[in-house]
């Protein structure tokens, strides 16, 4: 069976997607997000294989699509549907790698009594933490890091996302003892090509072997 690798974030819209993007296309891996959210607009599938140069058969359908861009367990609500998390089975994907792409942080709700968190406990999966470099990261990071370990799921390390913050990096690293993964600079103009060339500039294939 391959190498399945889940990225998950500190918190919402601080670029999980085009991380794994860049991270698909440095892995030559596929990508599956198994909870999509908010359907007006390019999904993040589709920003994966247009960022990530990947082809259709790639991509792994999504299991829930939800039209509102909130919280699964609200957007499931508006659509009049309820997430199952026992239906979240990761797909054998063969001799190629599988990038997972969470929604927003750890703590997201899924339903009534379930949190995003407790399918990564099931899953038992390797995961890539990405984080913000702006200010209030280390309180995040920290919390988040915190409940990755009390549920013994294994953390390959810390992405940063954002402006070069070597001080908060390094705190974050040294209070944890969490490996230092590498930052993915804003990137103006986004493009397969410019992201592709920065990441390959930022990261190492081999730091994300478990």
């Known amino acids: 069976m391959s190498q399945r690798i889940v990225v998950t974030g500190t ?3 601080i670029g999980k997607t085009v991380f794994s993007a860049g991270l698909a296309h440095l892995l030559g891996a596929n990508y599956w997000k198994p909870i999509q959210t908010g359907l007006e607009g390019e999904s993040d599938s589709q920003l994966v ?3 990530g140069g990947l082809s259709a058969d790639r ?3 999504e299991r829930y699509r939800l039209t509102t861009p909130a919280s699964p367990h609200h957007s499931a609500e508006i659509d009049a ?3 199952d998390p026992d239906s979240l089975v990761v797909p054998d994907t063969g001799e190629r790698l599988l990038v997972i792409e969470g929604v927003g ?3 997201v709700p899924l339903n009534s009594s379930e949190l995003y968190i407790d399918v990564f406990e099931r899953w038992r999966l390797p995961v890539v933490l990405c984080a913000r470099t702006q200010l209030g990261t280390i309180n995040h990071s920290l919390l988040s890091i915190e409940a990755l370990r009390k549920r013994q799921i294994e953390l390959l390390g810390i992405a940063f996302i954002g402006e070069r913050n070597s001080e908060t990096e390094s705190a974050i690293c ?3 003892r969490v490996r230092w993964l590498g930052r993915l600079p804003w990137i103006s103009p986004l493009t397969a090509d410019s992201l592709q060339a920065a990441f390959k500039g930022s990261f190492i294939p081999g730091d994300f072997k478990p």
């Open 105 to 107: 942080g750890l703590m």
């Open 174 to 176: 040294d209070i944890t």
């Open 81 to 83: 549907i309820r997430i």
């Open 59 to 61: 991509i792994i359908p």
């Open 11 to 13: 918190d919402t819209g």
């Open 49 to 51: 294989a247009r960022l």
